[in-house]
């Protein structure tokens, strides 16, 4: 368990490199690449309620796909993590501008005195965030787990959708029992089906 501990560490390492490597335009590039590429995909675009994330650093930029969602007319879900316990629970986001505030991970989350609350049952589709993904749906995050409590709780009709830019993409992702696979990944370059 350890070794495999070590192991997604390293690789956080490794992505951590790469990203440095990029310039924020070339970033911005791949971001734009990879919310055209989610906006043709059908599952993605037959949704409703969807599932999205405010990334982190090393994570896909999601404030475009956010708002071209709203566009779409999706009802937005974000997450709001208890860092105690790392349960999610899900809200339902109307305005970007009034509906954030600053969550105890550093991103931002839904305001729970603005939101409401939404049930995991009525999701059609979920973005996973991740620092890597290899080809049949195994992912790194940031290493707090959040998302190995969420995705098991989606129901099975839920697409769990990774978004990672194609250098983030991994041979292997080592998993330990209690880590979760996404069902397809998103890059800029391709839409990889969970073999």
């Known amino acids: 368990m350890e070794e495999i501990r070590e192991k997604k560490q390293e690789i956080r390492d490794e992505m951590a490199r790469k990203m440095v490597s990029l310039s924020p335009e070339q970033i911005g590039e791949k971001v734009k690449a990879i919310e055209n590429r989610l906006f043709e995909f059908a599952n993605f675009l037959e949704s409703r309620i969807v599932l999205l994330y405010t990334s982190a650093p090393g994570e896909v930029d999601t404030a475009g796909i956010i708002r071209r969602s709203f566009l779409y ?73 959040s998302y190995d409590y969420l995705i098991p709780e989606l129901p099975i009709t839920t697409r769990k959708v990774g978004l990672v830019f194609e250098t983030q993409i991994v041979s292997s992702i080592p998993m330990e029992s209690h880590d979760r696979h996404v069902d397809i990944v998103i890059t800029e370059n391709r839409i990889i089906y969970k073999i």
């Open 73 to 145: 007319n999706k009802i937005i879900v974000l997450p709001s993590f208890d860092p105690a316990t790392l349960k999610a629970r899900l809200f339902k986001v109307d305005d970007l501008d009034k509906d954030l505030i600053q969550g105890p991970r550093g991103n931002l989350e839904p305001n729970p005195k603005r939101c409401k609350t939404v049930p995991l049952d009525c999701l059609d589709i979920a973005l996973v965030p991740g620092l890597a993904m290899d080809e049949k749906g195994g992912r790194v995050g940031l290493g707090m787990g």
